[in-house]
């Protein structure tokens, strides 16, 4: 196994595009480390890219923030302007393992490791968050959605890794909020989970949602249905009723050590109607 | 055996009760510690261990010969090495150790090597090929005990066991006394209900691990992480046919045992590989390894039935126990059979116990090792009978309390106990009486632990300058050094910091049985109170000596040689510094000693309260506020009582809410690591709050009682009533997982869960 250091985005690229073997990309670290001691990948070529200009880096950008691939969870939970527009990525990227593990662990590389339980990402996808990929062809921006292809893989090309993740904008009177089911109350992996961001009109109508469901499907689900149900509403009893019922209906778990397709799909709901009850409360100020 | 005139009730303890430092505790949150890992040889080898992926192959070949030609490569073992011992306990171990004909459960160890790095032994396991004829296999213990399970050894059933079972069942046995049919009658209502536990593991954070020599005359030393340093030379120079004095075995210090490290898992490994590379060999098990190939405890299935008056009285109780042990015999379902119904004073009571063998990893004791799945049983149909008959489950456990000369359902008849005395104190407190919110629920149930003594040698030395050198045979897991020492400093009259305890190799002492049966403070504490007297006796004598008295007229008192009245002579008290300091004049050194195969550990019984809330949406468990009451007969250090109290509730919060061994269809463990096997964290618990009753042990001279143990007893039971309470649904089946607490719910309430 080789380990390398990038200077530059484009000698990373070229680094890992070179390679012919097994490559993996090092940020925190806190997943590939986990894989290379368990002797779950024996890579050819480990790119530490985190020395890289503008990696760590948290700027304002179009209402937004652009979130460097290697800005642990820590320096996340500290960005008073990121916290305050978008509590529900923090929220979920903070959960993740320990006091240590926070401050190494970076959103692009829960999102990368691709567990359909990580943390992070189902408050992206409810964010509609934007990645942007570096690779061989340039610099393309990936909807963050996109980037998991199944438990463990991801739709990124050979030579390619996020260089930053974007949150953008949002109207006022909007918040979101993450919720996970762990039997523990910490340092643990998520059974179900349930990312919501809505926004609230003056008269409070809900007038725009997105609820993402994660370990309930290959890959973290958005559920249109769900925000379907919210658009419109005040946010009502029957409104989350029908919020719970079409996250349930929606969710596609499996029978595993960790949970059972009826407790995922009945919890799942549980859990989206609680995080819409602490978004709204959020955003409603 | 005699026991000691009782004194305890009237005498001025001046350390024993006191909280001194532990002596340990800065070389261990400083990292100076040497556990089993730490220690290095110069050429040192790293030995890795191949484990089978099957739960049940036959192994028709091991081809070595790539493993043994690959660079950096020392030693390959299998099997074969190795000659199976007479002895059939020792027999087990070994194949234990190392697959002989099938491997009998995932992660069975089937080969062995030594190389010079990390790398090259795992390169060389890769080039081990094993032929393997997968058999069915079978995991769980109502399955296993069906007369047409696959059989995992055949030839081992005693003939006890009778009709109608497969060959895994080894073994039966059966408890009780008086006529239950009659006793049945005459109850007001009876309760039968069918429960089932998982297996869990100790979760010992430090992993098995030693460092084996041996040296070209067949003399060898190993050092490791165990409970008992003689018991691992026993077994060891057993298993590698030399004698016992030809192995020294030095204990590490121990990173947790609960039990779990009363046995051997990859010692006589790193030995055969020392023999035959002719360098020191280390092996360090990982965390999947411990999960998957050191001991767990049984996982069981029970049937309870049980009896009681409108007002609260047990007219007869009944237990079926059937505990699996993994692939091997074993006996644990009989201390489970004893312990059942120990609790209570009654006129009819039978109980039976099976053992069957599965497709799992041998078990080892853990804590207590029996009693907490068949107590949580009968514990917890004692609670649905309160329920029904609507009488406080204190009161009714009150009023069935076994006390002083009550035939218990095992045999024996009970001396003084502190069952009664903690009810009371239960009922007193304020725990009791707190209000209780919605979703929340109050869970009781008493526990019960035998306690051992056994074989025990201890050495004091009085040094001379004036400090004590005790020196013992066990390993200290639950803070013997300090218990011990102040024992000593009790009986000797001097300060605790005189006064170091070492515990030492196996060629310093003579044999002390494992660390188990929450024997030490008892035992090793009776030989070093004894040991303590014998060389007062000897200081006494060297005083008269000195003052040209006869030895019978010289005491001990306060620390100090003085004569034992004015006919005596008149003579200043000498302390034990001044003797010592001369004892090279008066005849040299100074030590007593004492050896015992100790009896009269008596038995402890502890309660415990603990309220919890159920989520209804999630089935997620909170544990609130949880006490314990236990019997510690005379706690020597009360902060380590404590916190073998405190212990033993958090071990068993795990293993009644979220611990278990998890098995697929393919018979491989799923959850061979810390992330799924759950122990509870920090932020999981609430204080542990402990109440140390003091009801003097006759068997001790300071009335000591084992407390490492059965505090682990009662969790299992307390929490599930506690959480049937909250949740208004009985559950009978253990981890009480929300996904199994969700769906008790919902069948509980067939509308909501249609919805």
Redesign the interface.
């Known amino acids: 196994m080789r380990f390398e250091v990038a200077a530059s985005v484009a000698e990373a690229v070229r680094m890992l595009a070179a390679e012919p073997g097994t490559t993996r990309v090092l940020a925190g670290g806190t997943d590939v480390l986990v894989q290379l001691r368990?002797?779950l990948v024996e890579p050819d070529l480990v790119v530490d890219i985190k020395r890289i200009d503008g990696m760590r880096e948290i700027r304002a950008e179009d209402g937004g923030f652009r979130i460097g691939a290697a800005v642990s969870g820590a320096e996340l939970g500290e960005d008073a302007g990121v916290r305050a527009l978008w509590p529900g990525v923090v929220e979920g990227m903070e959960l993740i393992g320990s006091t240590q593990v926070q401050g190494r662990a970076t959103l692009a590389g829960n999102l990368c490791n691709a567990s359909p339980a990580a943390d992070s990402v189902p408050a992206m996808v409810a964010a509609d968050a934007v990645a942007r990929v570096a690779g061989p062809a340039g610099e393309r921006d990936v909807p963050v959605a996109q980037i998991p292809a199944g438990p463990g893989k991801t739709t990124l090309a050979k030579g390619e890794f996020i260089v930053s993740i974007f949150l953008p904008a949002r109207p006022a009177g909007s918040a979101d909020a993450y919720l996970r089911?762990i039997?523990?109350?910490?340092?643990?992996?998520a059974?179900c989970s349930a990312g919501v961001s809505l926004t609230i009109g003056g008269d409070g109508t809900c007038t725009a949602a997105r609820v993402a469901l994660g370990a309930v499907a290959p890959t973290v689900l958005l559920v249109p249905d769900a925000a379907a149900a919210l658009i419109g509403s005040k946010l009502d009893d029957a409104a989350l009723d029908a919020l719970a019922?079409a996250c349930s209906a929606a969710a596609k778990p499996i029978d595993?050590?960790?949970?059972?397709v009826?407790?995922r799909k009945?919890?799942a709901g549980?859990l989206a109607r609680r995080a819409a009850v602490i978004a709204a409360e959020r955003a409603r100020g | 055996m005699a026991l000691d005139k009782q004194t305890t009730a009237k005498r001025e303890f001046k350390v024993v009760g006191t909280r001194p430092l532990r002596p340990d505790g800065v070389d261990k949150v400083t990292g100076k510690a040497l556990y089993g890992a730490d220690l290095t040889a110069p050429g040192m080898l790293v030995g890795k261990i191949l484990r089978s992926p099957h739960p049940h192959a036959r192994i028709r070949s091991i081809d070595t010969s790539a493993a043994e030609a690959a660079p950096g490569v020392k030693a390959v073992i299998t099997h074969a090495d190795f000659t199976l011992p007479d002895d059939e306990d020792m027999r087990d171990i070994l194949v234990n150790c190392m697959a002989f004909n099938k491997a009998l459960y995932d992660g069975h160890a089937v080969a062995a090597v030594a190389a010079i790095s990390e790398a090259a032994a795992k390169a060389a396991l890769k080039l081990i090929k094993v032929d393997y004829e997968v058999l069915p296999h079978v995991t769980d213990v109502d399955e296993a005990m069906k007369p047409d399970a696959p059989v995992i050894e055949r030839g081992r059933q005693a003939e006890t066991v009778g009709e109608g079972f497969s060959e895994n069942v080894t073994s039966y046995c059966e408890f009780g006394h008086g006529d239950i049919e009659a006793g049945f009658t005459r109850a007001d209502h009876v309760i039968e209900r069918s429960f089932k536990t998982e297996a869990t593991h100790q979760g010992y954070i430090e992993p098995h691990a030693c460092l084996a020599t041996f040296t070209t005359d067949g003399k060898a030393d190993l050092w490791c992480c165990t409970q008992g340093q003689y018991m691992v030379r026993r077994v060891c120079s057993a298993i590698m046919d030399m004698e016992a004095s030809q192995l020294r075995v030095t204990p590490s210090e121990i990173g947790g045992g609960f039990g779990g490290k009363t046995t051997v898992f990859i010692e006589p490994v790193a030995l055969m590989l020392a023999k035959k590379s002719g360098r020191p060999v280390k092996i360090v098990m990982s965390r999947s390894d411990v999960l998957r190939a050191s001991g767990p405890t049984c996982s069981s299935s029970m049937d309870v039935r049980i009896g009681m008056t409108k007002d609260g009285r047990i007219t007869a109780g009944h237990a079926k126990l059937r505990y699996q042990g993994g692939a091997f015999p074993c006996g644990t379902v009989e201390m489970g059979a004893m312990a059942a119904f120990a609790a209570y004073d009654l006129e009819a009571v039978r109980t039976q116990g099976w053992n069957a063998m599965t497709n799992r990893p041998k078990q080892a004791a853990y804590r207590a090792p029996g009693a907490p799945m068949a107590i949580y049983a009968v514990e917890s149909v004692v609670d649905e009978l309160c329920q029904h008959l609507g009488l406080d489950p204190l009161d009714v456990r009150l009023k069935n309390a076994a006390k002083a000369g009550t035939k218990a359902s095992y045999g024996v008849t009970f001396t003084d106990i502190g069952l009664s005395a903690c009810l009371a104190a239960a009922k007193a407190h304020p725990h009791y009486a707190a209000p209780l919110g919605p979703g929340q629920g109050r869970g009781v149930s008493c526990g019960f632990w035998f306690n051992f003594g056994g074989d025990t040698c201890v050495t004091l030395n009085v040094n001379m300058d004036g400090t004590v050198s005790v020196t013992e045979g066990n390993p200290d897991i639950g803070g013997s050094r300090a218990s011990i020492g102040m024992m000593a400093a009790e009986e000797l009259g001097v300060p605790f910091d005189k006064v170091r305890t070492q515990v030492v190799d196996t060629a310093s002492l003579g044999y002390n049985e494992v660390t188990d049966g929450s024997r030490v403070t008892f035992a090793v504490g009776l030989a070093t109170i004894k040991a303590a007297q014998a060389a007062k006796a000897e200081m006494c004598r060297r005083a008269a000596m000195i003052w040209g008295i006869d030895a019978e007229a010289v005491t001990w008192e306060d620390g100090c040689a003085k004569p034992s009245g004015p006919n005596a002579g008149d003579f200043p008290p000498m302390t034990l510094a001044e003797i010592a300091a001369v004892s090279s004049q008066t005849g040299g050194p100074i030590a007593g000693h004492h050896e015992v195969n100790a009896d009269g550990a008596g038995v402890s019984f502890g309660v415990h309260l603990v309220d919890v809330e159920v989520d209804p949406e999630t089935g997620a468990t909170k544990v609130l506020r949880y006490t314990v009451f236990q019997d510690a007969g005379k706690a020597v250090h009360p902060d380590y009582v404590e916190g073998q109290m405190q212990g033993g509730a958090v071990q068993g919060i795990g293993w009644a809410l979220n611990e278990e061994y998890i098995y697929g269809e393919d018979g491989r463990l799923q959850n061979a690591g810390f992330l799924d096997y759950r122990v509870p964290v920090a932020s999981d618990l609430p204080m542990i709050d402990t109440v140390i009753l003091e009801i003097p042990n006759p068997g001790h001279p300071y009335g000591v009682r084992g407390v490492g143990e059965t505090s682990i007893v009662p969790p299992l039971a307390a929490i599930a009533n506690a959480v049937s309470r909250a949740a208004g649904v009985r559950l009978t089946e253990l981890p009480m997982s929300p996904p199994r607490i969700l769906a008790a719910l919902d069948a509980a309430r067939p509308k909501a869960a249609a919805e």
Do not use: H, L
């Open positions: 368990s002797g089911f039997p523990r109350t910490e340092m643990d992996i059974v019922a595993d050590k960790r949970g059972t009826a407790f009945k919890v549980v």
